[in-house]
């Protein structure tokens, strides 16, 4: 990624879309969308000032709305180039409010609230499409009971979980605990607040609230409006103290996820929804499990999969390494429905097919293994660059060139294709430029020879 934020033959538009393409193969005019940052990236120094002041916390969409970013924001920490974005959706003053505390801190002057989208046009010789998947929404299995039981996460928030730079700095706190932790701190801001009215009143009568409120309630300073004030704030001090004790009790006997379920083929190998295999989630959840044994040696592991599809180099011995070093158990079955058990806990119930048996087994957390679908906004993409999709809007390619697209001089790689993992996707990606280099080296008139 640093090499080709550096190379000297590559130009990155990143923030940008691609809005029309025209002319044809050899020869083509594309014009892009450079859409406004508010920050001048040639002067911001990527030293997150202004991020550490921006009051506005928003869901972080790069850890899967696991934790939260601010208005002002960069993607993630090694993205290219190292810049940072405001958030036009986010921000208190592009929303017409006051604010500008960005622009204050900015010791660069990088912040620009007046920028407005730039529109460029590039010629090229070819385009390859390289924009990659989705991760298929598992709430449309409903038996899954994904976003209903909390500790049911898919394998790419678990990634961001088990990730160092992720929400939990790598430890595997259930979504469940996290919940009550983001309760307490909510409740301890309040009761700080709380405190803070009532310490001003306890100098002022000079004595505590609990020794007032007793006297109080005893029925002594009748008709005192002030002490009358005081006593509602005390209540509605203890409102808050009482619930926050009982969730710090509660809290206390929390630990990281031990025991996991991963299910295979979440909306893969389904004919309600993709019936292909998406071909890397197979080696994910064993290599997240793995991971999670890393951290954590009482981690035990069950993979639940109709087989497991360790196809590469390598892959079944990594698959067995699994098993013998890293307590993974490979279930044979599909999963039938998951519900949630007591403390939160997803009971998994399933066939297992060798024993030809329906079990049920709880876990600390679930995690699916969800398809690969086609990115978004591929449809209205496909259209702009006039190339065809097939079935499941991948890029329609030919079985015997698999980078061509349905137009000359368009190519295509990764998962923009078809589902495959990241070795794949980068031999493909070395093909797609191959073919688009032929293109390009090709002196113009030759190429319109060729078109024609
Ligand atoms: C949970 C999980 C774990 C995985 N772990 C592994 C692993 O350990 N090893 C492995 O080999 N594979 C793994 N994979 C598979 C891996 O993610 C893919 O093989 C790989 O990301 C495919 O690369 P790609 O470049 O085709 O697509 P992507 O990585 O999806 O990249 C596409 C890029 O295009 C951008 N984009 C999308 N639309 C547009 C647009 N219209 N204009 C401009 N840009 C756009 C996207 O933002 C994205 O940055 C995992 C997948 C998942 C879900
Ligand atoms: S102006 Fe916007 S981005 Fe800057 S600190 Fe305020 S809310 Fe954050
Ligand atoms: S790789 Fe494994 S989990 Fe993924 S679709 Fe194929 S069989 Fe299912």
């Excluded at 976003?147 to 790419?156: D, K, Y």
């Excluded at 030919?398 to 589902?419: M, W």
Aim: charged letters at 30%; one cysteine or more; aromatic letters at 8%.
């Amino acid at each position: 990624m640093l090499d080709v934020g550096r190379h000297p033959n590559i130009e990155l538009l990143s923030y940008s879309e691609v809005e029309k393409v025209e002319g044809r193969i050899g020869d083509l005019r594309v014009t892009v969308r450079r859409k406004a940052r508010y920050v001048e990236e040639d002067k911001c120094t990527g030293c997150g000032t202004c991020t550490e002041k921006c009051p506005t916390a928003v869901p972080d969409a790069f850890n899967e709305g696991l934790g939260d970013r601010r208005a002002i924001y960069s993607y993630f920490a090694q993205g290219i180039p190292s810049t940072h974005t405001i958030d036009p959706d986010q921000c208190r003053q592009l929303k017409g409010k006051k604010c500008g505390i960005c622009a204050k801190t900015c010791q660069a002057e990088a912040i620009n609230f007046d920028q407005k989208d730039r529109i460029v046009e590039i010629d090229v010789a070819a385009i390859i499409v390289a924009v990659g998947y989705d991760v298929f929404d598992p709430s449309r299995i409903p038996e899954y009971r994904y976003r209903e039981i909390t500790n049911v996460v898919t394998a790419i928030e678990f990634e961001r979980l088990l990730s160092a730079s992720g929400p939990t700095v790598g430890h595997l706190d259930r979504p469940s605990d996290r919940a009550v932790e983001a309760q307490i701190e909510e409740l301890e801001k309040k009761a700080r607040k709380s405190q803070k009215v009532l310490g001003k009143l306890e100098e002022r009568f000079g004595e505590s609230s609990a020794e007032f409120h007793e006297k109080y309630q005893a029925g002594q300073y009748q008709g005192d409006q002030e002490r009358q004030k005081w006593a509602d704030k005390y209540a509605a001090h203890l409102s808050v103290m009482e619930p926050l004790e009982d969730l710090k009790k509660r809290a206390e006997g929390f630990t990281v996820a031990k025991r996991l379920a991963f299910i295979q083929c979440v909306g893969s190998r389904d004919f309600r929804f993709y019936p292909f295999c998406s071909g890397y989630c197979c080696m994910h959840s064993v290599k997240e499990a793995i991971i999670a044994h890393e951290h954590e040696p009482e981690t035990r592991s069950t993979i639940f999969g109709m087989d497991i599809r360790a196809v590469g180099k390598g892959f079944e011995e990594y698959k067995i390494r699994g098993g013998d070093h890293s307590n993974i158990t490979y279930v044979r079955g599909r999963v039938a429905e998951i519900t949630e058990g007591a403390n939160h806990n997803p009971v998994v119930t399933y066939e297992d097919t060798r024993e030809r048996k329906v079990k049920s087994q709880e876990f600390d957390m679930v995690i699916l293994a969800t398809a690969c679908a086609p990115t978004k906004g591929i449809i209205e993409l496909a259209k702009v660059v006039g190339i065809e999709l097939d079935q499941y809007n991948f890029v329609k390619t030919s079985p015997l060139s698999p980078v061509d697209s349905t137009t000359p001089g368009i190519f295509v790689c990764g998962c923009a294709e078809s589902p495959m993992d990241v070795p794949e996707s980068v031999a493909q990606a070395s093909s797609a430029a191959e073919r688009a280099a032929e293109i390009a080296i090709q002196p113009r008139p030759e190429m319109e020879h060729a078109v024609a």
